[in-house]
């Protein structure tokens, strides 16, 4: 496609269940973030991709999250054993290359909601 | 502690007016600077960036201004439109560095009053 594409649009879950969540980035971009906004709050960085480098973890809030992606393409997202306060919007985004001062291009988001 | 702040949540102006949205960061190490623009129930757009070899850049409507010493950049938009109402997002980045991330800000919520 021609954007960042994000699946499930809309999710809730029961508190303690994992949910998966998936992106497909824009063809040919090396680079793949993953970022959550809560309510209220702003863009929160969670996990880095740059093409065969060792992800930049540096922002999962706690090891109920991980982040996985094949090659340069798919990435999922895992949160384990959800909690209420892991209710937000989960952006992926994707750009060209990485730390070169390109502008990212960000999916619509999977909104989470965990009860 | 954050890095990026913008520090008014919210922002009221007049069509046709201009709006100016403020953003100030602590890191010495960001060298580039980018504004995003979200509609509710909508990914974030690039809007306009800055580097810091640079103190202004200009699009159209919209005009990013920084100020390396005070580590303050601001977004001004005129004239204003409706059209506008957004939250807007400061971003910032170590474009020379190891740091593959955006930094973001908490965001501010232009409404432009028709």
């Known amino acids: 496609g021609a954007g960042v594409s994000q699946s499930p649009s809309n999710k809730v879950t029961e508190k303690g269940k994992d949910v998966e969540l998936r992106c497909d980035p824009i063809?040919?971009?090396?680079?793949l973030y993953w970022y959550r906004q809560r309510l209220g709050q702003g863009l929160e960085f969670l996990i880095y991709f740059q093409g065969n480098s060792a992800p930049d973890k540096s922002g999962l809030p706690s090891d109920r999250f991980s982040a996985e992606r094949t090659g340069e393409s798919v990435s999922t997202l895992t949160i384990q054993r959800t909690q209420q306060e892991d209710s937000a919007v989960y952006l992926c985004a994707s750009s060209p290359i990485g730390t070169a001062g390109n502008t990212i291009y960000f999916g619509e988001g999977s909104w989470l909601t965990v009860v | 502690d954050q890095q990026v702040k913008q520090n008014s949540p919210s922002l009221s102006v007049q069509e046709g007016r201009i709006s100016i949205l403020n953003c100030d960061y602590t890191?010495?190490?960001?060298?580039?600077f980018l504004w995003y623009k979200k509609y509710p129930a909508e990914g974030p757009t690039f809007l306009i960036s800055?580097?810091?070899?640079?103190d202004k850049n200009e699009d159209g409507r919209f005009t990013v201004f920084l100020n390396k010493s005070a580590k303050h950049l601001s977004l001004h938009i005129v004239p204003s439109q409706p059209g506008d109402s957004a939250v807007y997002f400061c971003?910032?980045?170590?474009?020379?560095?190891?740091?593959?991330?955006?930094?973001f800000g908490k965001g501010t919520k232009l409404s432009v009053k028709p």
């Open positions: 890191n010495s190490m960001f060298d580039y």
């Open positions: 971003a910032a980045e170590n474009y020379g560095g190891s740091q593959g991330n955006l930094i």
């Open positions: 800055i580097s810091s070899i640079k």
């Open positions: 063809s040919g971009h090396t680079a």
